[in-house]
Every structure is written in structure tokens, then in C-alpha cells.
């Protein structure tokens, strides 16, 4: 399969505290982008990062790229209750029409 | 979601009945996709158009067909329903995957019986 694959799979926290995720995958590829998931709604893109960049910021959330281990990860920083959704990273592979996405992590932020 | 609307939100049918779900976007984007979600499987890629008349396969397109007769329809047709094909179907758009990352519809929840 060329879907990526998140770690954990479910990630529970408090509020204020910082969520990490972590994206495994398995190809060569021009980006990659995260994605957020409200229980019963479609996927809200969050970011996308080139394969020449490593890191990138956008507002609470930081997402670095390490195209030698074939991983990303997914940083948010300062985390609230509405952060509580499904997160899910898509690569976008050399040659390909479409992105594939991963299973996602289901994020729980407890006020 | 802006731009992009699916229909029906909801629907059950009966085994071997034919379905169609509909995604109809504004934003005049050339590329439309059909994924289904299931648990333990994320999203999977049913079919993709990169033009009118324009479509293409992906992973999990048996069973399925689909139609571009307007840049701004998509059309996916189930030809006879089956259990199996229970699940949650998202319309997608984009335009330049390599800048821009996907618009998705809201979701299709579609249950055979």
C-alpha cells in the first residue's frame, strides 16, 4: 500500500499541553500535507510542505519533514478543546495523480 | 463546505440497487476525486478526473463508475449496490496537487442493506 501511516493511532491530552503526531510513509514525494477531521465532516487541509523544505509554521501548528527517514510529524502547540478531531497525513508521490492519505490519529483534548 | 457540495448527505438502499452520489463544486477546479472512508482503511481513491469526459481508476474502483459531463458535476455510480460498499464517500477538488492541498464535500453516508 502507498499510505502513509500515523503514530499513535489515538492520542489523548489536557488542555495547554502540546500534541504530537508522527507520519511514516513509504515513496518518493513532492509534498506533504496534514489534514484535520471533525467527527461527521469532511477533511480541512492544515499545511503542506515541499520535499526540499524541513520545517514550516502556521499559527500553533509545526510541521517538520525528514525525506531520509521517510517521516513527518505534526506539531500543536498550546493545544484546546476544538483542536479535539482526527488528524490525517496525505503524500502527494512522485509520478502520481492523487494523494494518499493514512489511517489518522484521533487527537482528544480534555478541557 | 465552500465550493463544493455533495448529495445526498445520507442515503440507504438495497442490495443490488443502482446508486448515484453527486459532488458539484464552484470553484471551477480541474481535478474532482471520489474517496471512501472505513474504518482502519483512512481514505481511499474510487476515481478522479483531471477534465470533463477526462476520468481515471483508482485503488478500489471495482464496482464503481464514474462521470464528468461538466467541469463542475462529478457523478459516482455504484451499478449494484452491495453491502460491502457501505460507507462514508468524500468528494474532493484541486487544483494544482503539487501547490494546493485538496477542498473536501462534506461526506456521503450511504448504507446497503
Known amino acids: 500500500s502507498q499510505q502513509g501511516e500515523e503514530d499513535p493511532q489515538a492520542l489523548s491530552i489536557q488542555e495547554g499541553e502540546n500534541a504530537t503526531m508522527n507520519c511514516s510513509y513509504k515513496?518518493?514525494?513532492?509534498?506533504l500535507q496534514w489534514y484535520r477531521q471533525n467527527s461527521g465532516r469532511g477533511l480541512v487541509h492544515l499545511i503542506l510542505i515541499r520535499s526540499n523544505e524541513r520545517e514550516k509554521h502556521s499559527g500553533r501548528l509545526r510541521v517538520t519533514l525528514d525525506t531520509s527517514k521517510k517521516s513527518s510529524s505534526l506539531l500543536i502547540t498550546a493545544s484546546r478543546a476544538a483542536d479535539t478531531a482526527s488528524y490525517f497525513c496525505?503524500?502527494?508521490?512522485?509520478?502520481?495523480?492523487?494523494?494518499?492519505f493514512g489511517t489518522g490519529t484521533r487527537l482528544t483534548v480534555i478541557p | 463546505d465552500a465550493g463544493i457540495t455533495q448529495s445526498p448527505r445520507h442515503k440507504v438502499t438495497e442490495t443490488g440497487t443502482p446508486v448515484t452520489l453527486r459532488c458539484h463544486q464552484t470553484?471551477?477546479?480541474?481535478?474532482m476525486y471520489w474517496y471512501r472512508q472505513d474504518p482502519g482503511h483512512g481514505l481511499r481513491l474510487i476515481h478522479y478526473s483531471y477534465g470533463v469526459k477526462d476520468t481515471d481508476k483508482g485503488e478500489v474502483s471495482d464496482g464503481y463508475s464514474v462521470s464528468r459531463s461538466k467541469t463542475e458535476d462529478f457523478l459516482l455510480t455504484l451499478e449494484s449496490a452491495t453491502s460491502s460498499q457501505t460507507s462514508v464517500y468524500f468528494c474532493?477538488?484541486?487544483?494544482?496537487?503539487?501547490?494546493?492541498?485538496?477542498?473536501f464535500g462534506s461526506g456521503t453516508r450511504l448504507t446497503v442493506v
Open positions: 515513496t518518493s514525494i513532492n509534498n
Open positions: 496525505a503524500t502527494d508521490d512522485i509520478g502520481a495523480n492523487n494523494l494518499f
Open positions: 470553484e471551477n477546479h480541474r481535478y
Open positions: 474532493a477538488i484541486s487544483e494544482l496537487k503539487e501547490n494546493y492541498g485538496y477542498t
